[in-house]
């Protein structure tokens, strides 16, 4: 009888004696928590723990696998919290950023009444023609009337991603939708978040009908300046050079008289620019709490109680680059198995590490691949993700039964 020879630093090795007195070592199954993210325009993340799971099950059939697809917060957020929380998926008519009706998803958990929304759901840029409509024509009108729908189903806490936005108001649609009124120096009601610059008095709701929100905010951008949401997000979404100034000016306006009402400045809060001002607006006009959106799917799933159960990690994401180091899921995952001692395999389409990091991104896994170029050209890996993925997954698998 032959066994597999099998060394790997911390897992679970037995000797035994073989034919002729040689000395064996058996691979005892191990238990495997595959955490990935989406890889942008190919795979969402439980598409590709599916194919990492494929992937290594077929090199490794002794192994437990565990599939915890990870969201830090952007679009994807609801339907990945929804699968691993076990959430019942409810479906309302609501609109989109354009204002146009749209049927819309949240999740509820119905024992403890708790819900997860993911406001992509109603100002989702991907649920607009590319190039039809302009930011300054859009907002978050839906995303309010999405937090008043969940409120009306008696939730009275939930959890909200906000990734994925086309907007670019700083929450006033959503604002406006919870009762909000914004006012200029005559007392008329401002209905455009474009002529928020005419701003001079904000009139809050009679009463709160919405639950308490904690949002996962996938950046940690301000809401104003050069790393504020108009320049760094505004371009992807439609905004011009031409129209920074203009968006600057209507958003600092509407933060200023905020604050004055307020007596907070939640526009210098970190994650305040995530989509287009909607951290902003959460906090100001919603009364919501802002947090990583890493921290917030590492505790709703007690993510750490998985690591420290597991013998092997591997997440994995389209791109391992320097904003792995920056709060990226990939990069927290690993950051949090190196704290437990644990292995951590990264697997991406492409790892484009930069010099200026010193490669550090490297020293956080035990062990990092990609799909190009070994495995694929660039546009095939994008294009057939998941078998490529699920090629990589098996190498690694092979290789982790061995001290490399």
């Given at each position: 009888m032959v066994y597999p020879f099998y060394f790997l630093k911390t897992h679970k090795q037995i000797a035994i004696n073989g034919l002729f007195g040689k000395l064996f070592l058996l691979q005892v199954p191990r238990q495997v928590l595959i955490v990935p993210d989406k890889f942008k325009g190919s795979l969402q993340a439980r598409e590709a723990a599916e194919a990492i799971a494929y992937g290594w099950a077929a090199a490794c059939p002794g192994d437990t696998l565990s599939l915890l697809p990870m969201s830090d917060g952007g679009d994807g957020f609801g339907p990945v919290m929804a699968s691993v929380l076990n959430l019942e998926k409810q479906v309302f008519e609501g609109i989109n950023a354009a204002g146009q009706a749209r049927q819309a998803a949240w999740w509820l958990d119905a024992e403890?009444?708790?819900?997860?929304?993911?406001?992509?759901?109603?100002?989702?840029?991907?649920?607009?023609?590319?190039?039809?409509?302009?930011?300054?024509?859009?907002?978050?009108?839906?995303?309010?009337?999405?937090?008043?729908?969940?409120?009306?189903?008696?939730?009275?806490?939930?959890?909200?991603?906000?990734?994925?936005?086309?907007?670019?108001?700083?929450?006033?649609?959503?604002?406006?939708?919870?009762?909000?009124?914004?006012?200029?120096?005559?007392?008329?009601?401002?209905?455009?978040?474009?002529?928020?610059?005419?701003?001079?008095?904000?009139?809050?709701?009679?009463?709160?009908?919405?639950?308490?929100?904690?949002?996962?905010?996938?950046?940690?951008?301000?809401?104003?300046?050069?790393?504020?949401?108009?320049?760094?997000?505004?371009?992807?979404?439609?905004?011009?050079?031409?129209?920074?100034?203009?968006?600057?000016?209507?958003?600092?306006?509407?933060?200023?008289?905020?604050?004055?009402?307020?007596?907070?400045?939640?526009?210098?809060?970190?994650?305040?620019?995530?989509?287009?001002?909607?951290?902003?607006?959460?906090?100001?006009?919603?009364?919501?709490?802002?947090?990583?959106?890493?921290?917030?799917?590492?505790?709703?799933?007690?993510?750490?109680?998985?690591?420290?159960?597991?013998?092997?990690?591997?997440?994995?994401?389209?791109?391992?680059?320097?904003?792995?180091?920056?709060?990226?899921?990939?990069?927290?995952?690993?950051r949090l198995c190196q704290r437990l001692d644990k292995p951590c395999i990264g697997l991406a389409g492409q790892l484009t590490l930069g010099k200026a990091q010193g490669n550090r991104e490297e020293e956080l896994f035990w062990r990092l691949a990609a799909m190009v170029p070994d495995l694929a050209g660039e546009r095939e890996a994008i294009t057939d993700a998941a078998t490529h993925l699920k090629r990589l997954a098996n190498q690694e698998a092979k290789l982790s039964t061995f001290n490399s």
């Open positions: 403890s009444r708790q819900a997860v929304v993911e406001t992509a759901e109603s100002n989702g840029l991907a649920l607009l023609p590319r190039g039809r409509f302009h930011p300054f024509d859009l907002d978050t009108r839906g995303v309010g009337t999405l937090l008043l729908a969940v409120g009306q189903g008696g939730v009275t806490q939930c959890i909200a991603g906000i990734g994925g936005s086309a907007t670019n108001d700083g929450g006033f649609g959503m604002a406006r939708s919870l009762g909000w009124a914004f006012l200029d120096l005559g007392g008329k009601a401002i209905d455009r978040w474009c002529e928020l610059d005419c701003l001079a008095s904000i009139r809050a709701p009679t009463k709160q009908t919405w639950p308490r929100v904690t949002v996962a905010s996938d950046v940690q951008n301000p809401l104003l300046g050069i790393d504020g949401a108009t320049r760094v997000f505004g371009p992807q979404k439609g905004l011009r050079p031409g129209d920074f100034a203009k968006a600057d000016v209507c958003l600092g306006r509407l933060a200023k008289v905020a604050a004055e009402m307020l007596g907070t400045d939640f526009s210098v809060t970190p994650g305040a620019g995530a989509a287009g001002g909607l951290g902003f607006g959460m906090m100001a006009f919603a009364g919501a709490a802002i947090e990583p959106g890493f921290d917030v799917f590492a505790n709703a799933t007690d993510l750490e109680t998985k690591i420290v159960e597991a013998d092997i990690v591997v997440t994995a994401e389209g791109a391992i680059d320097e904003q792995t180091l920056m709060g990226k899921g990939t990069g927290q995952v690993a």
